[in-house]
Structure formats: structure tokens, C-alpha cells
């Protein structure tokens, strides 16, 4: 199976590397996150994996630029990241969003668009061009001018997907993206989630399904508070690093919440 | 009968209430979507409030005229709902709990204020508004002022609509939210400050969250909500302004009375979220 060529990694040589170096974030005075550091480039998938409030959340948001980072550093493509970058797009939770919002399919990939055409300027046709691409992408052609709410989960995953391809960010960012899915949309957002990284881009998501990991992702990022492990699925999705992480072994097919 | 229904356009003062009221109208009207969307209409009603002491303190200091009952009535509205974000911030009180302590604390001093220095008669018209009473000078200000929101509104109308959306996003695009929205606030407590002399500060709130609230139930489309919501608050304002004079009722109620008839319309009667929808029958 070929796939198209992520067209910002294209004619560069070389991959395009997230490093995250003793990442300290704080919540008021407490400490949501320390000790983090792992390096990891384009086109790989990487699962965030922990309890719940192990920061996986909040590891998300840092890397997005939306939360004060108290200690550490991050850099993307040998730049650090201190505020929002248009190479990297977040995907919030879906019981996070407002569906009931006055908006249609072609409305939110829009605003993927916003960064390039700025407050005022009107759309050019290049503007129109990668929304219209973004949509296509992501198979909402024919639900382009449906209300969000009217739409399933996996559906809505994909809208917020092509409002990132929209952006033409190299980096994802997705909180519990297979969370509320149905078994075949779990499927076909696993299969997204993997054309995307071959075509070049890096996704780092929170994830839940033991039993889907080693499908899914390639890396793996044992988060509880501070790094546990991080590498290669097979090498740190172990039962040794779970136990590390959990405090015992989730059971293979559960959710673990 | 021809007579009877002509009769309120020959009048100047009818002439002059009948503009305003489509001016306040349409920009209230435009300006609820943003209160609808953003989800925050009782601490909008908590600042219509807040105008009061300020009106009062204004008329006290400066005496009564166009520009100290803007300014008391702004500075008021900002050190109030400022006032609840300190408190909260420095105590484990919520904000919601702060405003409610501060706006009415400071609507009493209002009233009470307001009778002291013998302008008692003219209290109703702040509270209830007084559209008939307007100047040709509160005309032109209510003018520039719709202008200067709808503008603000307008240029801004991009940032805005992302950081209602969803501030999380809008905020790893660029946009500053925190600046946005207390921006937003200032323009819709200039919005209330428009729509005093009409409706009053007990029933701005009616009219700065009922159109786009109307035609968010009729409605997917956000442009529908911002301009559906701009003509309905400027028709429905204007026939109430005709109306209140037909049948003898007071206009400012008559304003807000109109616009809840027609939301109650929508609720019951929208196509596709009323209650009386036609529900499709169950397959079989």
C-alpha cells in the first residue's frame, strides 16, 4: 500500500524531532508532571499510557503550548517550544466539546485555517484548496454541511482530524481519541491514525486499550507523574512496565480507567 | 383605523423611539449570539445591574448628563464584575458567589442613592427604560455606540467565534483568549450601557440574550444566529415601540414582552428542535 507523501516532510532529508527534556508542569502548587523526558520524531505513532491523573492530559497541553511549563524544556525541530505553533495541533476530548455549537463539518476545518489567512484576510484559493483536500482526506465530503452534533463519534474524531490537516501540522496531539467509539469505528480511526504517521507526521495520543496498543502505535511513553519508560512498544509494553505503571497488571482487553 | 395605526410616525418623539429601537435592537440582537454561545447570561444580567450605582454615583458627581451617565455606568459595570474576579481569586468563594454579593450590595447603594438626590421620578426609567424620552443627542450616541460594537464585534468576529468554540483549541491557534474575553465583556456592557434609555437596566438582559437565543432554535448556521439575531432584536423592538403606543402600554416591558412571545414561539413551534416537532413515526 502506498501512501501519498506528508508533503512538509517530503523534500526534507531528514526526520523532524520532539524532544522533551526534564518536564516539569505544575497545577497551582501541585505537581502535575516532572522528570519527563523522551525524544521522538515524524512519522511515529506514540501511545501515552497510565492511571488516571498520571498527567497524560496535561503532557498533551504542554507540548500544545497551552499550559506554563515550570521546569524543563521541549524543542521541535531543533526550536523550543514556548508558546502555540502552527506545526503542532491539538485535538481536545471529544466530551470536551461543545457539539450542540452552531457549526457544520466545514465550519470547524476552517478554523484549522485561521493561522494562515490571520483575523481579517478573506480565504485565498489556496486556503480553500486544503480545506477542501482535509475534508476529502478524511471521507466528510458528503457530511460537509451536517451540524457537528449530528454526526457519530468516529466521525466527529475525523472532523477534528481534517481541522488539523486543514492547519498542516506535522504534530497531533489527540486526548483519548478511541474513547466512546464503537468496535468498527475504533478500527477505522486505527487505520487513520497509521496512514497519517506513514505519510510522515508524528501522533501522540492517550490511550486506554491494553489490548489495541501493539496495533496502533510504535512508541510508548509510560506516564505515571514522571516517566516510567519509554520506547519501542515491544521493548517498554511489558508486563514489567505496567506493573511499574499500575501498581498491578490491567487486565488484557479491558478498558483501563 | 388607518388613522390609529399611522398615528405613532407623526410624532418626533415616536419617530426618534421608533430609530432607537431598531438601532438597539439590531446591535443587541447581534451581540446575544455571543452571550448564547458563550454561555454566560446571568453574569451579563449581574453587570445590567451593576450600571445602576454608577448611574447614581455619575448624577451625584458630574451631574446628569449623556457622557457621565456612560462613564459611571461603564467604570461601574468593570469594578464590579473585576471586583468578583479579585474576590474569588483571593478567597475560596466562587465567582459567581462574588458577583451576586457585590452587584447586589451595589444596586441597594444605587437605589438608595438614586432617591437621595432627588431624581426619584426618573428612577423607573433606569430601571424599566424610558424610550419615549429620547433626545436627539441620545440618539446620535447610542449611534456611534452601536457602531463601535458592531465593529469591534465584526473585526473580531474570527478569534471570537474559535475561543466560543472551544478555547483550548483556539488557544493552540494563536488566539489570545484570555485578552478575548475580557474584550468581549467591555463590549457587552457598552451594549447594556445602549439599550439603558430603552429598556432599562432590570430588563437589558431580555433584550441582549432573547433574539440569537430565538434563532439559535430555529437555526444550524452561526452567520443565521449573529444577523437573524441583529433583525429580530431590531424588528421585534421597533413593532413593540408601535405596539406600546397602539395599546397604550409602556414600551420598554413591551420590548422584551415581544421578544419572549416570540421565543416561546420557537420553543414550541422550530421545524427542528421544538417541542412540537413532528416526531418521525417509529419504523415498523
Redesign the interface.
Known sequence: MTHLTHDSCAHCGHHHELRVEDLQVCYRELNALQDVSFATSCGACVALIGPNGAGKSTLL?AI???LPIAAGRIWWRGTKVA??S?E?????QRE???WQ????VR??VR??R??Q?G??RPFSRADEAAIERAIGLMGLTELAER?ISQLSGGQQQRVFLA?ALA?EAHVLLLDEPFTGLDRNSKAALATTLRNLTEEGRLVIASHHDMATVRDIYDEVLLLKRRAIAFGPVAGVFTEAGLVATFGALPAAGKEVA | MIHWLLEPFQHPFNQRAIVAALLIGFTNGYASAFVV?KKSALKVGSLSHALLPGIAVAILVAGLNDWSVFLGSLIAALLIGLGSLAVSRGSRLDQDSALAILYTAAFSGGIILLRRIGVAQEMEGWLFGNIMGLRDGDLWSNFWISCGALGVLT??H??LL?T???A??A?????PVRALNYLLLAVLIVVLISSLQAVGCMLALGLLVTPAATV?LL????N??FWGGSLLGGLAAAFAVLAGWWLNIEQGPAIVLVLGVGFLLAFLFSPKYGLLRRVPAPGW
Not at chain 1, 455549537?101 to 457544520?104: E, L, R, S
Open positions: 497541553k500544545a503550548g497551552l508558546k502555540w502552527r503542532i495541533a491539538y485535538l481536545p470536551n466539546v461543545d455549537f452552531p457549526i457544520t465550519g470547524v478554523m484549522g485561521y493561522p489567512a483575523w481579517w451540524q481541522r492547519q | 454561545l473585526a473580531l474570527r478569534p474559535m466560543l468554540f472551544d483550548e483549541v488557544a493552540t491557534l494563536g488566539v439559535y437555526t444550524d448556521s452561526t443565521a444566529m
